[in-house]
């Protein structure tokens, strides 16, 4: 098969790009990985009492307002399995257990992009993936009322919503605007858990 020369008058291949398979995945994790570690911090709660574990809780609260904005901003065009996606429920149900007391929730409006819509999701999909390590402490404890308030920490186990989650992540893989809108968005959501933390010296909490 000859080359092809400069003049050459010949049909020419297109030169073919290959997809950046797991760009946004890796942008994310990069812009973000400080911020995780610093959430990760206030997670860290050291032997598992029940104290720790209505702490840890709060500090997820955040969930019951980005949920419904996500809802709002039409997530289920993004994320079709959405609704076994969702855990502010189990939350809810998981604080009152813990004689949580009730709060009303923040509003949140966000855009219906893609990159926003994926970046917001990215921070409470990875949350997901921790839960599995405070579960385990929590059984560790063998105490009875803890280990039954954990339908939070026991969602979408076993059901591969992560995996799916990246694939959907690969969407925007080529696309530099979408991924940025992510990372920006990941940021904003890291800073509401962060806020969360502001919780604790407010008076604390009423306990069954």
């Known amino acids: 098969m000859r080359s092809a020369l400069p ?29 995780h570690e610093t959430v990760e911090r206030h997670f ?35 994320l079709p399995d ?21 709060r009303e929730t923040r509003a949140i409006t966000l855009s219906d992009d893609i990159g926003t819509l994926l970046g917001w999701s990215y921070v409470l ?4 993936l921790g839960a599995r390590f405070i579960l385990k402490e929590i059984e560790a404890t063998l105490d009875r009322e803890l280990i039954a308030a954990t339908r939070f920490l026991r969602h979408g186990a076993g059901t ?5 989650f990246t694939a959907s992540l690969n969407r925007i893989d080529n696309d530099p605007c979408a991924i940025e809108s992510a990372c920006e968005a990941a940021r904003a959501a890291f800073s509401y858990f962060e806020a969360a933390t502001e919780s604790f010296r407010s ?6």
């Open 7 to 35: 003049g050459d008058s010949s049909r020419r291949e297109p030169i073919k790009l290959a997809p950046q398979h797991g760009r946004a995945r890796r942008s994310l994790r990069n812009e973000t990985a400080m911020l």
């Open 44 to 78: 860290a709660t050291g032997p598992m009492t029940r104290d720790a574990y209505i702490r840890y809780l709060m500090m997820n609260r955040p969930i019951t307002s980005i949920e419904p904005a996500l809802e709002a901003a039409s997530i289920h065009r993004v």
């Open 82 to 102: 959405w609704d076994m996606r969702q855990r502010r429920f189990a939350l809810a149900s998981d604080m009152d257990s813990m004689g949580i007391p009730n």
């Open 125 to 128: 999909e990875g949350s997901r």
């Open 160 to 164: 591969g919503l992560w995996t799916t």
């Open 203 to 208: 008076p604390v909490l009423s306990h069954r």
